[in-house]
């Protein structure tokens, strides 16, 4: 073969590793292969891996890192075994029809010596090329991977790797190294001998469809990630916006093949009026005075239909492309978008993966995803850098639920580890890592710090009418949380004491009045007062036009609360009520029992948030009402329905909800923060091969 002849001079060239390495390709006219200093570090990596008898050998390299160029050097520079000496030839592995054109000119511009054929649809290689580019659909075609002999190949290179655990992929992978199991045979035919090296690139190693890497690719390399890149000026920098809409992302379905959502349900959601506005209101106040060329990216094809009428309803040319628009019609409209003839250009999936185009300055994420490869993806597309157009840097403006509520969507703050709460308006790549390193700091001094920013202004994204905001509360922590009485009031009384927070506590006394004790802090030290307030008749009241709750009659200070609860117990059996009738105040009295009324059960309802219909229809003998509210709402008992309406009235709901939003936001921050770390996080070194292993991508150690 034309390539494999050993000792070519730029090959002990390339040995040397010299900074900025010129490889004078044969022939002389061929354009030189300038491999930047980290390109070059890769190549080394990969083939000490493979002369040191590695032969899966994973490789991640960010979007833009220029991959092809590396895998192009190194299938020049791998010699083929002495074991197999005709092995000479390489197989790329691509999975897009677009991603195979441009591998396959790159790989013809530089190596013009090389005979590179394209295994794809209707272009049919030899199988004897000395390079051939597939894309893996092709090749699960019956009879399209045959003619490829194992033995005649000296490496298969995957593009796109993280997608090799796949079944689909392992079927063809598996034909050439035995170590690689088919999914549907787990006999392995070959020999060891017969193992063809196989070079998986991929701008991320994060398992989005839940299978082991491991289970294709032995170790990691080479692992850079899009952050060096930016600081070293190969990629251009990021600004990130993230817009808090109003979407409920909790009833979305997830994809059990990718994690994520599923596009249809995610579009069911997103692709409304008011998000669509939102989306556009948002690129005309944050994108529209300085960004040339904006990729929106929408969520299935009716949503990019929809919201590219909405941008063009405001007076901007944008326009789509979809899976379906002919191909000259494509690339028509991506050419024009290059030269700058219209600046917004909508898709879904398109233009995740592939797409070349350099000046996009812009890039809307109108599409929450809960993969980080996915995100990056999108945002890859605006990270390559264009000195020609004038570009500096690339705005990412994302959508994300008001709420948080849906753990795993990635965001502008949480690809760099920051809760995802942080606001983030126009900040750049550098701030949020500032940012995310002082919250790394804290955390590591406090045992629960919040990894909040400051100084940074709420984002002022305006549309009041179409972002509502949904209040933070979940009554099902509430009612348990109300009813595990704390063991110290257990102790202290046999009486139905709330507590309300804040050392608050109350004691309803049915219908006549409540007693309240709250702490005080004044000169003379931390202690309690108790106050009675009998209640006036609602009708009185309400013919009087005065609250139920006019006067109250200080009933002690206490120096601590148990003799304020002891003295206050004392003074209810006394004064408020005497005699047997007193043992209603009991926790354990029988009425707390009885289900709760309907006006209770309503006002309960009510006060979280429960829509009025519900609420009308529990009170109501409606029978269909009753599945409409939560099992644990529908039987409430009285004594619970107390409890709550007590800390209702004494501003519980308040202190709860700031404190359970405080508290649960950092739980789900910290689940997120491991989350995302056990599984996206790439290290360079072995890979665990076991399928069930679900912990696989962040295994191993530095070399
Ligand atoms: C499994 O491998 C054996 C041995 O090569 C082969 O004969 C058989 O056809 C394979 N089965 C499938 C389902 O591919
Ligand atoms: C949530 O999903 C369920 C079933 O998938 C559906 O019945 C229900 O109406 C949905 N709720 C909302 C608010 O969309
Ligand atoms: C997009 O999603 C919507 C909402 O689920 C669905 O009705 C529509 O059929 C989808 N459109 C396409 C083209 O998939
Ligand atoms: C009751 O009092 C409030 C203010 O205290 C007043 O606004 C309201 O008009 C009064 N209602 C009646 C019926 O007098
Ligand atoms: C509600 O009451 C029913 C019947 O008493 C019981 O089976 C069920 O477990 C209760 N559910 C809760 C959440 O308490």
């Not at 399209?144 to 992978?173: C, G, M, N, T, W």
């Not at 406090?446 to 909040?452: D, I, K, N, S």
């Not at 099902?476 to 506590?505: T, Y």
Request: with cysteine; aromatic share 6%.
């Amino acid at each position: 073969m034309l390539w494999s002849a050993p000792r070519r001079p730029w090959t002990i060239r390339l040995c040397c590793l010299s900074r900025f390495l010129t490889l004078q390709l044969q022939p002389p006219q061929a354009s030189p292969l300038i491999l930047r200093p980290y390109q070059e570090i890769c190549l080394k990596a990969c083939l000490d891996a493979h002369s040191s008898g590695a032969s899966r050998i994973g490789v991640s390299l960010p979007t833009g890192a220029g991959k092809t160029a590396v895998f192009i050097s190194l299938l020049s520079s791998l010699e083929p075994k002495d074991s197999r000496p005709g092995a000479t030839r390489s197989l790329v592995i691509v999975n897009s029809i677009e991603l195979a054109k441009q591998a396959t000119a790159q790989a013809r511009r530089l190596r013009p010596d090389w005979i590179v054929e394209i295994e794809q649809g209707h272009h049919k290689a030899t199988g004897h090329a000395d390079l051939t580019v597939a894309t893996y659909q092709t090749l699960l075609e019956s009879d399209r991977l045959h003619k490829f002999s194992p033995q005649s190949f000296k490496a298969v290179v995957v593009d796109e790797a993280h997608h090799a655990a796949a079944p689909s992929y392992r079927r063809i992978l598996s034909f050439f190294h035995p170590e690689v199991q088919c999914p549907e045979n787990r006999t392995h035919p070959r020999t060891a001998q017969d193992a063809v090296p196989i070079f998986g690139f991929s701008a991320t190693f994060s398992r989005h469809d839940g299978l082991a890497l491991g289970s294709v690719f032995e170790r990691i390399v080479y692992h850079r990630d899009f952050l060096d890149m930016i600081k070293e000026q190969w990629l251009c920098n990021l600004r990130f916006t993230t817009v808090k809409a109003n979407i409920d992302l909790n009833n979305v379905t997830i994809s059990t093949r990718t994690g994520d959502f599923n596009p249809s349900s995610l579009a069911h959601v997103i692709n409304t009026e008011t998000i669509n506005k939102l989306v556009v209101k948002t690129w005309l106040d944050r994108a529209a005075k300085d960004r040339k060329s904006t990729i929106v990216f929408a969520v299935n094809v009716s949503h990019v239909r929809d919201l590219t009428k909405t941008f063009q309803l405001a007076g901007i040319d944008a326009r789509f492309i979809y899976a379906g628009t002919p191909t000259t019609e494509r690339n028509a409209l991506i050419d024009s978008f290059k030269a700058g003839v219209f600046p917004v250009l909508v898709n879904c999936a398109l233009l995740t993966e592939g797409a070349d185009i350099p000046n996009v300055d812009c890039i809307v994420i109108a599409r929450p995803t809960k993969s980080r490869n996915v995100f990056l993806q999108m945002i890859g597309r605006g990270m390559r850098l264009s000195p020609d157009t004038g570009k500096q840097d690339c705005h990412v403006i994302d959508f994300v639920d008001l709420t948080n509520s849906v753990v795993g969507i990635v965001s502008a703050p949480t690809l760099l580890g920051l809760n995802p709460d942080a606001v983030v308006d126009d900040v750049t790549i550098q701030d949020l890592e500032t940012r995310a390193d002082t919250a790394n700091r804290e955390s590591s001094t406090a045992t629960l710090t919040t990894p909040y920013p400051t100084g940074y202004s709420d984002l002022s994204v305006p549309d009041p009418k179409s972002v509502t905001y949904i209040d933070y509360d979940n009554p099902f922590v509430l009612l348990n949380q109300i009813m595990r009485a704390s063991p110290p009031m257990v102790k202290l009384s046999k009486n139905g004491w709330v507590d309300c927070g804040e050392g608050i506590h109350v004691l309803e006394c049915l219908g006549k009045g409540h007693i309240r004790i709250e702490p005080v802090l004044d000169d003379a030290g931390d202690h309690f007062h108790a106050h009675y307030t009998p209640s006036i008749h609602p009708q009185t009241a309400s013919a009087l036009n005065i609250s139920r709750f006019q006067t109250n009659r200080k009933i002690l200070d206490a120096n601590n609360l148990g003799d304020a609860i002891r003295g206050c117990d004392k003074y209810a059996a006394e004064k408020v009520l005497r005699g047997p009738i007193s043992r209603a105040l009991l926790r354990t009295a029988k009425w707390r029992q009885a289900p709760a009324s309907p006006a209770q059960t309503s006002l309960v309802a009510k006060r979280w948030g429960y829509v009025n219909k519900v609420v009308q229809n529990i009170r109501g003998t409606s029978d269909n009402g009753d599945s409409l509210l939560p099992e644990r709402l529908r039987n409430l008992t009285k004594g619970e329905a107390a409890y709550i309406i007590t800390r209702l009235r004494h501003g519980g709901q308040r202190r709860y909800i700031k404190k359970t939003a405080t508290h649960q936001k950092l739980l789900a921050a910290e689940a997120k923060e491991m989350q995302r770390r056990a599984r996206e996080h790439v290290r360079v070194g072995p890979l665990v091969s076991d399928l069930q292993n679900t912990d696989v991508s962040s295994r191993g150690k530095s070399p």
